[in-house]
């Protein structure tokens, strides 16, 4: 079966503007959590989508935000790039949401963000 | 707060030879993944151990769970070019507020 689709896979941005990022999870699952990857802090959480409502929060500002739709696509969105927004942008899924689960993710290939 | 230690964080070594990548927390892992992730992919899960002393082997990747749930290692027998990557471990805490926690790798290079 089809893995998590994200898109872009590479985008290019200025200081000052906004991005979308998009999520496709693996049919069947509900769960959609996303991830932000820098060489010097690893993986960060940004948050958790569960039956399009924000189960988990990571310690990442306002200008991250995110949401689900009734199909579980996800997106996020980062408003007023700064240019330590520069990251690998990591999409998971998972059929329910952690708690319930023994906690395994399947992650999509990811969004690389540069910002200028 | 919890904390995921991985050593060591970077290991280049020959074809053919063994290795073990240690994974650590101050707190007690209700469950706990190791994944590998090449160079412009996500993560792939390798394994989920959940109980204490759990052993599981994957071809030549063995992973353990420490007793008390707070320490895991990943054993490669025989290393090969195609097992460079990054490894990671994460683990899920369920006392008080759930969490899941990625480690902070190992980045591992096998030469031909």
């Known amino acids: 079966k089809a893995g998590v689709t994200q898109t872009p896979r590479y985008l290019i941005k200025t200081r000052g503007q906004q991005v979308t990022l998009s999520c496709s999870p693996i049919s069947g699952h509900r769960s959609v959590s996303w991830y932000q990857q820098t060489p010097g802090q690893g993986l960060q959480f940004l948050f958790e989508y569960f039956s399009e409502t924000q189960r988990n929060k990571g310690n990442f500002p306002g200008r991250f935000s995110g949401r689900q739709f009734s199909n579980s696509r996800s997106e996020m969105n980062v408003s007023t790039l700064e240019l330590g927004d520069s990251a690998l942008y990591l999409c998971?899924?998972?059929?329910?949401?952690?708690?319930?689960?023994?906690?395994?993710?399947?992650f999509g290939e990811g969004s690389r963000l540069t910002v200028l | 707060t919890q904390l995921l230690e991985q050593s060591p964080q970077f290991l280049s070594i020959q074809e053919g030879e063994n290795l073990t990548v240690y994974c650590n927390s101050s707190?007690?892992?209700?469950?706990l993944q190791w994944y590998r992730q090449e160079p412009g992919e996500g993560p792939v899960l390798l394994v989920t151990v959940v109980t204490g002393g759990e052993v599981k082997k994957l071809k030549r990747l063995t992973f353990q769970f420490g007793d008390a749930r707070k320490d895991s290692s990943l054993h490669i027998t025989a290393a090969q070019p195609g097992d460079t990557g990054l490894y990671l471990c994460?683990?899920?805490?369920?006392?008080?507020?759930?969490?899941?926690?990625f480690g902070t790798g190992t980045r591992l290079k096998v030469l031909a």
């Open positions: 707190s007690v892992f209700s469950s």
């Open positions: 994460a683990g899920a805490f369920t006392s008080g507020t759930y969490k899941y926690i």
């Open positions: 998971a899924s998972s059929r329910t949401y952690r708690e319930l689960s023994t906690g395994e993710l399947f």
